[in-house]
């Protein structure tokens, strides 16, 4: 399945490739599954500008409010897909056009640099097979150093996300579902002590400083819409 994602900025946009791997059974469950709530959410906190479509029975997009909310969504795009490993390719550029009436598709009126930026990111994938580490975040775009600053923060970031066991996955989602540890070990009927090993064991707080980093990288590079 793959999920494309504009990022709407005056000069600058961000296409994203996400191929969601797994058996197509479960990829389509997952997928009408959370779709709808994580529209209904990120349309609610502006994240996105429109809820997330779907092109195809493979294909999703989406338009991003502002481009700092990059890390935020692509983390919760892979929580919400979880156990199902996300492959996200990120193109930086200019686009062409974007839906101007209502009703038409982002999939079919949007087109630029961006999205050659993204496939050229996609390709990273398949030149890394065989590697020393898996690549799971890929990004190309129109300034060499913002990418090698982006990419250098992800594989670092993903490295410690593969770590990550399914008791600590548990444990994460659980703290994030109830905003509080005591809640998180009375969902999971657990003590607190095991919700925080858990916690330090899956490096939930080193994670959210990198995102919270990178969404200030892309704040500060990334020219803000007008208004």
Request: charged content about 25%; hydrophobic content about 45%.
């Amino acid at each position: 399945i793959q999920l494309t994602i504009l990022v709407c900025v005056s000069t600058i946009a961000a296409a994203i490739l996400v191929e969601i791997t797994g058996a197509d059974d479960d990829v389509i469950v997952t997928r009408d599954r959370q779709l709808g709530p994580l529209s209904r959410l990120h349309l609610a906190e502006r994240l996105i500008i429109a809820p997330y479509a779907i092109s195809a029975e493979d294909e999703l997009q989406t338009v991003l409010t502002a481009p700092a909310h990059l890390p935020r969504v692509v983390w919760e795009l892979r929580s919400a897909f979880h156990p199902l490993a996300l492959r996200v390719a990120v193109g930086l550029g200019q686009l062409r056009s974007l839906p101007r009436r209502s009703g038409e598709s982002i999939h079919e009126a949007g087109s630029g640099e961006a999205f050659d930026n993204a496939r050229r990111a996609s390709e990273r994938f398949q030149s890394r097979r065989g590697t020393k580490y898996p690549l799971l975040t890929a990004v190309c775009g129109v300034d060499p150093v913002l990418d090698a600053a982006v990419n250098g923060m992800y594989r670092l970031h993903d490295t410690l996300l593969l770590q990550i066991s399914d008791r600590q996955w548990q444990a994460v989602l659980a703290v994030e579902r109830e905003g509080r540890q005591d809640l998180a070990a009375a969902e999971l009927d657990i003590d607190e002590s095991t919700i925080s090993r858990a916690l330090q064991r899956a490096h939930h707080w080193q994670l959210q400083d990198a995102r919270r980093a990178l969404a200030e990288i892309l704040e500060r590079w990334v020219p803000h819409p007008p208004g």
